[in-house]
C-alpha cells in the first residue's frame, strides 16, 4: 500500500475509533440524565399574527452534558429512540412542561396552550394511558395540550395512529401534525385523521420570499387549513419580511426567532405575555 494511501487509512480507523468510543458515551451520560432528570426544559412562545398576542408554547428538551457541552435535540432524540428511552424522556418532558404551565397560571386563569412533540415511537398504548395519567396528576386541562406528531408517524401504523389519536381527542387533547411538507403523508390521512392544526415547516418559510413556487405552495396550504377548518402554524420566522409575506399569504399564527427564541421557563414566560414578544423591541407597536 502507498505510504500516502496508508496515513489516510490510519487516520480514517482512528476517526471511526473516536466516533464509536464517542457514541457509546453519549448513550451512557443520555442514560444517566434522563434517570436523574437532567434534561433541560425549554420554550419558545408562539403568536397570533393579527394581534400580536402571544397563543401558546411549545416545549423543546434541551441537553447539556457534565462537562458543559451542548448536544442538540438531532443527535440525542434518536440516541433515545435507539436506547429505548423515548417513552421514559417523553413522558418526563410531558409532565414537567404540564406542571411549569400550571404555575404559570395568574389569578386562576387558564393556561396558555402547550405543545409537545411525540416521537414516532410514542405511539402506543403504554404512553396513552401515561398521557391520562399525567394530566390527572398535574391537573393541567386537556384541553390547553397539544400533541404533535410527525407525518413519519402517521404513515408508519395509520390504524394505530388513529387509536391513539381518537384516545387523546377523548381527553380534549389538540392534533398538530409537525414540519408538515416535508414527510410523505398523503393528503388522504388529513381527511381521516382528526387533526386540529398544521406546523409549516422552517423550510418553506426561509425559501419562500425567494421563490415564487415555494411561495405558491405556502398558500395553498393555507388555503387547505381554511377550507379543512384545521389552523396552520408557520414556524422558523426569523426575519420582517417572512412575516409580512405570510401576513398576506393569509398565516394566523407563527413561531420563530423573530418574536422569541426557545429560552428557560421565566424567560419565555416573560416574552410570551409580551406583545409580539422581541420583535416589539426593534420598534414594532402590537395591534
Known amino acids: 500500500m502507498d ?6 487509512f490510519v487516520e480514517h480507523l482512528h476517526l471511526d475509533r473516536w466516533r464509536t468510543r464517542r457514541r457509546a458515551q453519549l448513550e451512557i451520560d443520555l442514560q444517566a440524565a434522563i434517570a436523574q432528570c437532567q434534561i433541560d426544559l425549554h420554550f419558545q412562545p408562539q403568536y397570533d399574527l393579527r394581534t400580536g398576542r402571544g397563543a401558546g408554547v411549545e416545549a423543546l428538551a434541551r441537553w447539556s452534558r457534565y462537562n458543559g457541552e451542548q448536544i442538540p435535540p438531532a443527535t ?8 429505548g428511552l423515548i417513552g421514559a424522556l417523553g413522558s418526563s418532558v410531558l409532565a414537567r412542561a404540564c406542571s ?6 395568574d389569578g386562576g386563569a387558564t393556561p396558555p396552550t402547550l405543545s409537545v ?19 390527572h396528576d398535574t391537573g393541567f386541562p386537556g384541553e390547553r395540550l397539544e400533541l404533535e406528531i410527525t407525518e413519519s408517524a402517521l404513515i408508519e401504523d395509520v390504524e394505530l395512529a388513529l387509536q391513539c389519536v381518537r384516545e387523546w381527542k377523548s381527553l380534549g387533547i389538540h392534533i398538530a401534525v409537525d414540519d408538515f411538507g ?18 409549516l415547516d422552517k423550510s418553506f418559510v426561509q425559501r419562500m420570499p425567494f421563490e415564487r413556487k415555494t411561495a405558491a405552495i405556502v398558500r395553498s396550504v393555507f388555503a387547505l387549513g381554511k377550507e379543512l ?21 393569509g398565516c394566523r399564527q407563527v413561531q420563530g426567532d423573530l418574536m422569541a427564541k426557545a429560552g428557560p421557563p421565566q424567560e419565555a414566560h416573560s416574552l410570551l405575555m409580551k406583545p409580539w414578544g422581541r420583535r416589539r423591541d426593534r420598534g414594532l407597536n402590537a395591534a
Open 100 to 105: 411549569t404551565l400550571c404555575e404559570w397560571r
Open 3 to 8: 505510504s500516502s494511501l496508508r496515513v489516510l
Open 182 to 199: 416535508t414527510g410523505y403523508c398523503g393528503l388522504s390521512y388529513l381527511s381521516r385523521l382528526p387533526v386540529d392544526r398544521l406546523k
Open 229 to 249: 377548518d384545521i389552523s396552520v402554524l408557520a414556524e422558523g420566522i426569523e426575519t420582517e419580511r417572512e412575516c409580512e409575506m405570510l401576513e398576506t399569504l
Open 76 to 83: 440525542f432524540i434518536p440516541v433515545a429512540e435507539h436506547l
Open 117 to 135: 412533540n411525540v416521537s414516532a415511537l410514542q405511539m402506543n398504548e403504554a404512553f396513552c394511558a401515561e398521557v391520562s395519567k399525567i394530566l
